[in-house]
């Protein structure tokens, strides 16, 4: 029998529309003789929905139509098995369709940051990406920095600050940055990812405008010092807390000082039929690939991206992106991307594993934790309950 396996997309991020992308190129991916793939589409209210025909990428270019011409449906796990139900119900056709194994393909936040993983794990089915804590981690450009340290994995210092705290101490915070990190330095927003919110800047003038930019998109922001003269270099990672191998390394190439939107996603995209573009998420980025750096160097950033994996609980794939300072050769751990653009399926065609074989084995990493999990006990036998009274006290512990 083959697989069912449902992939979730978009949700309430502003990488939803990357996501659908990502989400397309996987569906058609996955091979067909193993795979039953089930599109389940998480619309920007959080309502999902599901039908054959949002595997189509064309039909994105108008949501409001492609959300008419699928079924809203609601996840729930029925006896073991979770069903994808019609909502609102029918008197006799409920269910829709089953899922044995789900594949989130999210970015950003609100779903990749854990809060996908938090319901699929409630729904007690087998998914496809980091659970709970790293995903949450994988999220916040700050925790994970705080844990990497740890773990001796270089890491730029950084300040990190929420907007009430610098509201009421603008000119204390700005001296502290000041006394500590070096212009040209980058602020970003914590939570975001596509360079949505980052500025790169070399006065205190500069730095006001920026955090105050910065605070546009989350209620917490980073300032951190900027590496010039800058080389990216990304290397995803595939495998859980055993064993993990790292990917093929690339360069991506940008037009401006910072890694922008456009870079990302637009400029390697050939024009689609209506002019617009013809965008292939991450795959499209215009990138090095392998990157053209030194062997030693790349088996130290391999080598980092294995242990910042590792240290971060991950599982299945995620792509792992470092600053090179190409003067004095310093490796900085940048970011991780939890669920990368186009799942890093062009990382691992160049390392020599088909995206239909990226797919198979991520599937198999969540299977297995899953059958391990189901050997931990959940419920604890107790008696504590009978014949309890409540008094005076009205149940407080
Ligand atoms: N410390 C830094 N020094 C120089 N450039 C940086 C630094 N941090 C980020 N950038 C630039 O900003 C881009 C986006 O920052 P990043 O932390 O990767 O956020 P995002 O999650 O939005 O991708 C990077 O790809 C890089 O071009
Ligand atoms: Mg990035």
Known sequence: ??????????????EHEISIISAVQAMAAFDKE????????????DKFYTGEILKNI???????????????VILQNDEGKVKLYLHPMKLFKKEVDYIDVAFPVVHGTNVE??????????????YCECDVLSSAVGMDKFAQKAILKEYGI???????????KYNKNQKTILEDIEKDIEYPMIVKPINLGSSVGIRKVKNREELED??????????????????????????????????????????????????????????????????????KGMSSTKRKLPADIPQ?????????????????????????????????KEIWFNEINTTPGSLSFYLWEATGVSFADLLDEVVNLALKRKREEDTVTYSFDTNVLAGIKLGGSKGKV
């Open 1 to 14: 029998m083959k697989i069912k396996v449902g992939v979730l997309f978009g949700g309430r991020s502003v």
């Open 34 to 45: 193993k795979y039953d793939v089930v599109p389940i589409y998480i619309s920007k209210d």
């Open 58 to 72: 064309e039909e994105y270019r108008d949501i409001p139509n492609i959300i008419k011409k699928s079924q809203r």
């Open 113 to 126: 940051d854990g809060c996908l993983a938090g319901f699929l794990h409630m729904l007690d089915i087998p």
């Open 154 to 164: 270089p890491v730029l210092p950084a300040k990190c600050f929420d907007m009430k």
């Open 210 to 279: 920026a955090i105050d930019y910065g605070f546009e998109f989350s209620l917490r922001v980073l300032v951190e010092h900027a590496v010039e003269p800058l080389r990216e270099i990304n290397c995803s990672v595939l495998g859980d807390y055993e064993y993990a191998k790292p990917s093929e390394c690339e360069e991506p190439i940008n037009a401006d000082e910072i890694l922008s939107y456009q870079d990302k996603y637009l400029s390697g995209g050939k024009s689609g039929k209506d002019g617009k573009t013809g965008s």
């Open 296 to 328: 030693d160097t790349k088996e130290k950033i391999q080598e980092y991206a294995v242990d910042a994996f590792k240290a971060l609980g991950c599982n299945g794939v995620v792509r792992i992106d470092f600053l090179l300072n190409d003067e004095t």
